[in-house]
């Protein structure tokens, strides 16, 4: 596992992109823009002098448009005041989060893989992260029920349940059956749950995403992570919020106000308006990076490699042992000379022992020229591979 002080495989991957000129399908940075009407709301909020701080729980009419969101798509009620906060992202309301409910001697489940953001924060808490494995199940990734529970009833002291849904890095969608699993060991072990569900508006082919907080029992136990980042093609602006029961929400507000107090005045108030339209906006969104993730996994396919399946989100998993490697890591720094494509290591969200090394994570939320050129690219190399590698690695 990497250090907090580590440089992110993202930024290391992003650089490796740029010095070498490769397709870069590596870091989840969106290469398509964001809603032309959102753009000129927030250069409208600049020019009209919205430029200061605005409260540390956030601009009101953001955390309004939050409330009215989760109210509509979900059915759950929150007070915007009290019951919402707005943060620097899901980033600082995930940091947050793990300071304020954990401290040395606290574990902090999670599944394996697992954003990478997770493990770092749990390690700033001085807690200790125990992860569950998503085994891959044919051509997905599934929960093991007697591992999780195994995992929580060894748990020193269990504080905290993270469930990222939809899933970074392998684009699942844990379905209600695995849900009510989670809620069943979480209400047993009388776990908080922190869920991180920033893809809520990127599932494809007619799926839904469902919160755990609307299972029975959960709501008063869980608090409840998005952002406009993805939702909105603006992962630059880091604009992200919690929901939860007022006591949860007034713990990870007492921490974020000194991270970083507040920020992002012109951006919240025009996510404030563009939260209202959501639906109309990510049913474009959905439809373009569907073609997108088909367009990668069929490249991928024909490639050699094996592509699994993404049912959200803006990742697909690929096998890379066709092509006679076993070590995702060494492929992903080699990749670029051979394919002129950049991808990253399935090991980097890996908090435990890897019991898969050979996965790789290709992300197709690009324009589709881009993903197009990676897949022209990597189907022409594995001659060039073939040559590098024989004898074939094992
Ligand atoms: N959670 C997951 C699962 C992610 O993939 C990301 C990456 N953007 C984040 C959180 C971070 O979100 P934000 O940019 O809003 O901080
Ligand atoms: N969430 C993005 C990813 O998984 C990266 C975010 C970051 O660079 N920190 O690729």
Request: proline share 8%; glycine share 10%; with cysteine.
């Amino acid at each position: 596992m990497s250090r907090a002080s580590e440089i992110s495989i993202f930024t290391e991957m992003t650089e490796l992109a740029a010095r070498t000129g490769a397709v870069n399908l590596g870091q989840g940075v969106p290469e398509l823009d964001a809603p032309p009407a959102l753009l000129a709301d927030v250069s409208a909020a600049v020019l009209a002098g919205r430029n200061q701080y605005p409260p540390a729980s956030g601009f009101p009419a953001l955390r309004e448009a939050v409330a009215a969101h989760q109210r509509a798509h979900y059915g759950l009620e929150y007070a915007p005041d009290g019951e919402v906060l707005v943060t620097t992202g899901a980033t600082e309301a995930l940091a947050s989060a793990f300071l304020a409910l954990t401290g040395p001697g606290d574990d902090v489940v999670t599944f394996d893989p697992c954003y990478d953001a997770y493990p770092a924060g749990v390690r700033l808490a001085g807690a200790r992260l125990v992860p569950v494995p998503l085994a891959a199940d044919g051509d997905g990734f599934a929960l093991d029920a007697d591992a999780l529970r195994a995992a929580v009833a060894g748990a020193r002291r269990p504080r905290l349940l993270v469930l990222n849904s939809p899933h970074n890095p392998t684009g699942k969608v844990f379905t209600p059956a695995e849900l009510a699993t989670v809620a069943e060991v979480c209400r047993a072990h009388d776990l908080t749950v922190v869920t991180d569900e920033v893809y809520e508006h990127l599932v494809y082919d007619g799926g839904r995403h469902v919160p755990i907080a609307t299972l029975p029992g959960m709501r008063e136990r869980t608090l409840v992570i998005s952002s406009a980042g993805k939702t909105f093609n603006a992962t630059g602006w880091k604009v992200g919020w919690v929901c939860g029961p007022a006591r949860l929400v007034a713990a990870v507000a007492g921490v974020k106000q000194w991270l970083t107090y507040a920020s992002g005045t012109p951006y919240q108030e025009a996510i404030a308006r563009a939260l209202g339209s959501v639906r109309e906006w990510s049913a474009g969104l959905r439809a373009t990076l569907t073609a997108n993730r088909d367009l990668l996994a069929a490249g991928l396919t024909e490639a050699g490699l094996r592509p699994y399946r993404a049912d959200a989100g803006y990742f697909v998993q690929a096998d890379i042992r066709p092509w006679g490697f076993t070590d995702g890591s060494g492929f992903c720094r080699e990749l670029p000379e051979l394919a002129g494509v950049v991808a990253i290591p399935t090991s980097a969200f890996r908090p435990g022992a890897d019991p898969a090394p050979w996965l790789v994570r290709f992300s197709f939320c690009k324009r589709p020229e881009s993903i197009r050129t990676a897949v022209e690219r990597l189907a022409a190399a594995p001659a060039g591979v073939t040559r590098r590698t024989a004898p074939p690695r094992r």
